[in-house]
């Protein structure tokens, strides 16, 4: 890894100082290919994502795989993570362009300003991507922008970036993709300076940062490389097995989740029906093994004991509509959420008792909360207080 | 050149979109997204990109040529995965009321991570001067200018 000359170090670098044959369109267009493939997973399974929290008459979202938001939402983390390397690789092999001289004359000096404007809206949009997802996943919130809402905007953006720049570049990247990674027809002018590492060599540590980020971090969600990823934010444990989003501490739910005072609410229209924990309890039982699935990307699934939400509708002859599930919690973005018909009569869509084969921890829902196949784990309801059907 | 310019197109109607919905989201919330955007780029040219340099100087200063490359590959994988365990390393996210919440020993694993490539590029150097390929790639003149 080559930079500017010893002294032009304390002065803006010019691009001919970058002597590297490393930084060639050779190593960007084949670095690119597999983080414009990070990109697209990243953004449709973001959108996935989306349509999910965010459920949508126009794309009403199956209840089968059951394991689906697992998937997608793994996929949206892991690639997002593998894209970190290949980025940072990216623009060391371009970053001599920063310094390019502008061309003579006015026409061509817009044109390339357009051009170095979509390039600095691809860098930042990319950039903060990763940066504010990755932070995410690790639930690290330092900034007062709303998250989810702006990481979805940007995604749109950094993808509308891309497009506008594989345009731009067709050329070149057809030109760096069907010569050969070390033909010196890819050299740029002054960048004949060999060293060490080799092209292929550059781009197999990239291959193998991308690959040891995905497996040092992905085991919160793949079970297999649970004991491998040690950069996991989560190590799988937790009451019952299965680690905890948000703590009933934090959702100051305790002193209701506990009280002997608790009834769940079943409303429609004008007919409720309350119930204890111990009617609960002495209702039929149904044992559905679901995932639970954040949109951090950690997953784990486990063996859910319960009620089944279409038989509670039923002891109020709700007839089959959207269900508002709330939880105890007296604010929060989550308190309350919305369950789709077709995922309220499906059989495997329970009232959560117990988690494993013990009793549901306060932490993961006590004394009952929602488990519905393939929906994030945000909409899981915990700490149901009522379900109500409006007529 | 019309598949350019549809890509091309394509590309500008959905980025603006994604600034539609940006700025949807109101003016304070454009201004802290505007800080981070920014301080990304930042970041990035005015600090990683030149600290890059500096370590790939230093490491050819004080590296024998036949370690250079192993030590190329080695710094690059360090480099970028220890970027990624950033967050998890200062368990910036860390919360009293949840101990299920980022859990592990990641100084250990950070050690271990140290440990490999180290590994790695004591391997590779070794197979290098077995195989003699060393020879071959220093051999080249590099052109006055500090490399690696």
Redesign the interface.
Known sequence: ??????SS?ARIPREE?F??RLRSPAVSARIGVWLGICFLVAFVTGLVSHVTQSPSPWFPLPTRPSWGYRVTQGLHVVSG?AA??LL??K??SV?PK?FARLPQGRRNQALVAVERGTI??L???S??QV??G??N??????????FR??H?????????????????K?PVIRQALTHGVDDPALDRASA???????RR??L???W??AG??VV??AGSTVPLLRRVS??????G???AGI?????A??AGVVAAALSPAYRLVVRFGGRTVELTRKDLEALPQTSADLPIACVEGWSASGTWTGVRVSDLLALVDAVDQDVQVVSLQQDGAFRQATLPAHFARDPLTLLALRLNGAELAI?HGYPARLIAPNRPGVLQTKWVARLEVTP | MTGRAALASLGVVVGAYGAFRLLELGWANLTATLVWLAGGVIIHDAVLAPATIAVAALATAVLPPRLRAPAAGGLLVLGTVTLTAVPVLGRFGARNDNPTLLDRDYTAGWLLLVTLVLAAVGSWSVLRQLTGRSQTHTSRPANGVEED
């Not at chain 1, 979805?152 to 731009?168: E, I, P, Q, R, Y």
């Not at chain 1, 040690?230 to 190590?235: A, H, L, N, P, Q």
């Open positions: 890894m080559n930079g500017p000359g010893r170090i100082h002597t590297s993570t970190i390397p940072l690789v623009l060391w970053f920063l600095a809206v860098v930042a949009a950039v903060f940066a504010s990755l932070a996943s690790a639930q690290w919130y330092p900034w007062d922008f709303r809402a702006t979805f905007a940007l995604g749109w953006v950094a993808v509308g970036a891309l497009l506008v720049h594989v345009a731009v067709l004949t300076g060999s060293s060490g590492l080799t060599g550059l197999h540590s990239t193998v940062a040891a980020a040092l971090s040690v950069f996991g934010v989560r190590s444990e937790g009451p680690p905890i989003n948000k703590s501490a934090a932490d």
